[in-house]
């Protein structure tokens, strides 16, 4: 797919325009921002009436959600936060080469791949496109500029030392054969792919959150029994925990899952270190509780490869490197996303 990065972006430029808008409240509570969600958290109703703010801002049609059919007694449900058409417009994208990446990826989607294309294209406050809204522009930017992107990343792990050269960045990476790994659909939001000075190979990978939580939906009956089997063979897990696993005191959740798949990964592919991190806004209310639980019953060498790290941390070192119209991205995602003052 062409790198080539576009001069002017898929987004209407008022959303460049208003970076760093402030809206008194009388003023806000003027706009009509569409239906919001009466059972979201202080959190997430906060960052819903965000993505409200860029649709009407940017002058989007509201849709239907959160998924494509959704209904109430036959009656469409309509959100601020769902846009229309958005697998036509590429509105929910930066860079026009983004949109047709993510088309792209929903035209080849590999089998256990478990990309939602309505979700994708119109879902304003999903964090799969956010991801995508990250990465992708790093993976064009690699393509043109690879040892400035060296820099950026190792800008944005200080304490990942051993980062030297960047060999790859993806997205929604699901290691196949599965059976190989997990035995289910677990996959890696985003990741990167690195060698040390030495050449020896590392990966990092990333689990990104906008308003989710990772969730307690556990593994069951073989799949379970497979996956209590990888971290025994792993040894990384302490003893008093994979006895509560076997006894049936303790499921295996979505967070330990996704840490999982990356050793399994890395030892699968012979790689020297593996690095698991969960990006999400410095004030997600769930996410230091849950990185808490997984170190929490990890042995003493495993958990130091085991961090949060905030988005806005993330973006703000990078953006220390970004050029010209990257530099314009990252205001923008950090506008688009990270700027709550606004609501």
């Not at 964090?127 to 990465?135: E, I, T, V």
Request: aromatic share 12%.
């Amino acid at each position: 797919m062409k790198n080539k990065v576009s001069e002017k972006p898929y987004h209407s430029e008022v959303g460049n325009e208003r970076t760093g808008l402030h809206l008194n409240k009388d003023v806000f509570d003027e706009i009509d921002l569409g239906p919001q969600s009466e059972s979201d958290n202080p959190f997430t109703a906060k960052a819903r009436k965000l993505q409200s703010l860029w649709r009407v801002v940017n002058g989007l049609e509201i849709g239907v959600g959160p998924n494509k059919k959704s209904n109430n007694k036959g009656i469409p449900t309509k959100f601020g936060n769902i846009i229309t058409d958005g697998e036509i417009s590429g509105k929910n994208f930066y860079f026009p080469e983004t949109f047709e990446y993510a088309k792209w990826r929903v035209q080849n989607r590999l089998k256990d791949e478990t990309i939602d294309a309505y979700r994708l294209f119109n879902n304003l406050l999903s964090s799969m496109p956010m991801a995508f809204n990250l990465f992708h522009p790093l993976m064009m930017l690699k393509a043109e500029r690879p040892a400035l992107v060296d820099l950026m990343i190792r800008s944005a792990f200080p304490t990942i030392p051993s980062i030297y050269r960047v060999q790859e960045i993806g997205l929604e990476f699901i290691p196949t054969p599965k059976e190989n790994y997990t035995h289910d659909k677990s996959a890696m939001d985003a990741f990167i792919r690195y060698q040390d000075r030495e050449g020896n190979n590392y990966l990092i990978a990333i689990e990104t959150k906008y308003t989710d939580s990772l969730g307690t939906n556990a593994a069951s009956g073989k799949v379970q029994q497979y996956q209590l089997e990888v971290m025994r063979e792993l040894n990384i897990f302490t003893p008093e925990f994979i006895n509560s696993i076997n006894e049936g005191e303790i499921v295996i959740s979505q967070i330990f899952r996704n840490f999982i798949l990356a050793e399994k990964y890395g030892k699968v592919h012979g790689l020297k270190g593996v690095y698991s991190v969960v990006m999400a806004p410095a004030d997600h209310p769930t996410t230091q509780k849950e990185i808490k639980s997984l170190q929490a019953r990890l042995n003493e060498e495993a958990l130091k490869r085991v961090f949060v790290l905030s988005l806005e941390e993330f973006s703000t070192a990078i953006r220390v490197h970004c050029p010209g119209k990257y530099l314009k991205w990252i205001d923008w995602f950090h506008d688009r996303y990270l700027n709550f003052e606004k609501v």
